[in-house]
């Protein structure tokens, strides 16, 4: 069952619950596989939500998605027999006030996403607790939430995605998931820093978020997080924490100087670039001014990282890739391939749309 209201329907809203009453009513499986509710919440539809959602857990529900739209506040309330669903594989809700107080009791719950809540550590450690096969968690503009504790074994990927820090200064999110493989940081945050205490069995990581405005001590929240992910195999870094990371290091330098700068940080920050065997560089610029940057790491790491195996150069879905010949790209290739590399296995893949074709 799926059912979805534009915003700034709400004069329908009426015939819509008549309507969604009616699919109810005439509904005569024994079992609902999945519930699917998108919709501006007014007060008039709490209670039929309600009834619908206890509908659907009393038919064994497995897949329930609820995204709700305010003006204002947030005045949805996920009913309390929504947290003692044994049926439920998968849960998402946005924009609903997702309070827990009781015990949950989601024992076949395997991929929890929740959007623009407020949320608390207590809360956090009773939905966890509560859901022993849970393999994928994403919190997503969440406020509230201090320090996460994954213990189960069974969770295999963490999405932090725009986390709220809240207004107050100094405000850390603590992860602590010593047997989480894939953990991803994303969006755009303010105000706070992420901590990793126990990570040691990642073998995938994602640092691809962003701090509104620049600040000191930024260059030390990417660098504690790379200290902390040295280990793994499969790191991804987008541009501010790129950017950040050479903004820091370069405080220490008198001059960048491509390669010279890569060799200056060789044992610093970047110790762990030395283990990578798969590099992939997304949209680099559209003139060779714009690969200088790009040139002098992957330069750098070919006479240096003694395991790399390829760099891929993927200008296939980049917006640039369409206004300009592909004669800088072209140039970046010959230049690394005519560079000296220390692992004699590694390749350059260039990935372009040539009028219009698949890459190759």
Same mark, same amino acid.
């Given at each position: 069952?799926?059912?979805?209201?534009?915003?700034?329907?709400?004069?329908?809203?009426?015939?819509?619950?008549?309507?969604?009453?009616?699919?109810?009513?005439?509904?005569?499986?024994?079992?609902?596989?999945?519930?699917?509710?998108?919709?501006?919440?007014?007060?008039?539809?709490?209670?039929?939500?309600?009834?619908?959602?206890?509908?659907?857990?009393?038919?064994?529900?497995?897949?329930?998605?609820?995204?709700?739209?305010?003006?204002?506040?947030?005045?949805?309330?996920?009913?309390?027999?929504?947290?003692?669903?044994?049926?439920?594989?998968?849960?998402?809700?946005?924009?609903?006030?997702?309070?827990?107080?009781?015990?949950?009791?989601?024992?076949?719950?395997?991929?929890?996403?929740?959007?623009?809540?407020?949320?608390?550590?207590?809360?956090?450690?009773?939905?966890?607790?509560?859901?022993?096969?849970?393999?994928?968690?994403?919190?997503?503009?969440?406020?509230?939430?201090?320090?996460?504790?994954?213990?189960?074994?069974?969770?295999?990927?963490?999405?932090?995605?725009?986390?709220?820090?809240?207004?107050?200064?100094?405000?850390?999110?603590?992860?602590?998931?010593?047997? /989480?493989?894939? =953990? !991803?940081?994303?969006?755009?945050?303010? $105000? +706070?820093?992420?901590? @990793?205490?126990?990570?040691?069995? *990642?073998?995938?990581?994602?640092?691809?978020?962003?701090?509104?405005?620049?600040?000191?001590?930024?260059?030390?929240?990417?660098?504690?997080?790379?200290?902390?992910?040295?280990?793994?195999?499969?790191?991804?870094?987008?541009?501010?924490?790129?950017?950040?990371?050479?903004?820091?290091?370069?405080?220490?330098?008198?001059?960048?100087?491509?390669?010279?700068?890569?060799?200056?940080?060789?044992?610093?920050?970047?110790?762990? /670039?030395?283990? =990578? !065997?798969?590099?992939?560089?997304?949209? $680099? +610029?559209?003139?060779? @001014?714009?690969?200088?940057?790009? *040139?002098?790491?992957?330069?750098?790491?070919?006479?240096?990282?003694?395991?790399?195996?390829?760099?891929?150069?993927?200008?296939?879905?980049?917006?640039?890739?369409?206004?300009?010949?592909?004669?800088?790209?072209?140039?970046?290739?010959?230049?690394?391939?005519?560079?000296?590399?220390?692992?004699?296995?590694?390749?350059?893949?260039?990935?372009?749309?040539?009028?219009?074709?698949?890459?190759?």
């Amino acid at each position: 069952m799926s059912f979805s209201l534009p915003p700034g329907s709400s004069q329908k809203s009426k015939g819509f619950i008549n309507f969604v009453d009616s699919v109810v009513s005439r509904c005569t499986a024994i079992k609902a596989k999945r519930f699917l509710f998108d919709a501006p919440c007014l007060a008039s539809m709490q209670s039929s939500l309600d009834r619908w959602l206890q509908f659907a857990i009393e038919h064994g529900i497995e897949e329930v998605s609820v995204s709700l739209h305010y003006r204002r506040h947030k005045v949805y309330v996920l009913p309390r027999i929504l947290f003692c669903c044994t049926t439920l594989v998968s849960l998402r809700v946005s924009q609903c006030c997702f309070s827990v107080f009781g015990t949950v009791n989601w024992c076949s719950l395997k991929t929890l996403r929740i959007e623009h809540a407020e949320l608390n550590d207590d809360g956090m450690v009773r939905v966890l607790s509560g859901s022993p096969v849970l393999e994928f968690l994403e919190l997503k503009s969440c406020l509230g939430v201090k320090h996460i504790v994954i213990e189960s074994k069974s969770c295999k990927e963490l999405v932090i995605d725009s986390h709220e820090f809240g207004d107050d200064e100094g405000l850390t999110l603590k992860i602590s998931a010593p047997h /989480l493989l894939k =953990l !991803r940081l994303l969006g755009n945050s303010q $105000g +706070g820093e992420f901590r @990793l205490d126990e990570v040691a069995s *990642l073998i995938e990581a994602e640092l691809n978020f962003d701090m509104e405005g620049f600040a000191a001590d930024d260059g030390d929240l990417v660098r504690g997080l790379l200290k902390r992910l040295h280990h793994v195999p499969k790191l991804v870094m987008g541009n501010w924490c790129l950017q950040i990371g050479l903004k820091a290091e370069r405080a220490g330098c008198c001059l960048f100087a491509g390669e010279e700068f890569w060799n200056f940080v060789k044992w610093r920050i970047y110790q762990c /670039l030395m283990h =990578l !065997r798969h590099v992939e560089i997304v949209d $680099g +610029g559209a003139s060779l @001014l714009a690969w200088e940057p790009v *040139l002098s790491l992957l330069k750098f790491l070919l006479q240096n990282a003694l395991l790399l195996d390829k760099i891929v150069i993927d200008s296939t879905n980049s917006k640039s890739s369409q206004a300009f010949e592909p004669s800088p790209l072209l140039e970046v290739a010959r230049i690394l391939l005519s560079h000296p590399k220390c692992s004699p296995s590694a390749k350059v893949i260039l990935r372009y749309p040539f009028q219009g074709r698949p890459s190759v």
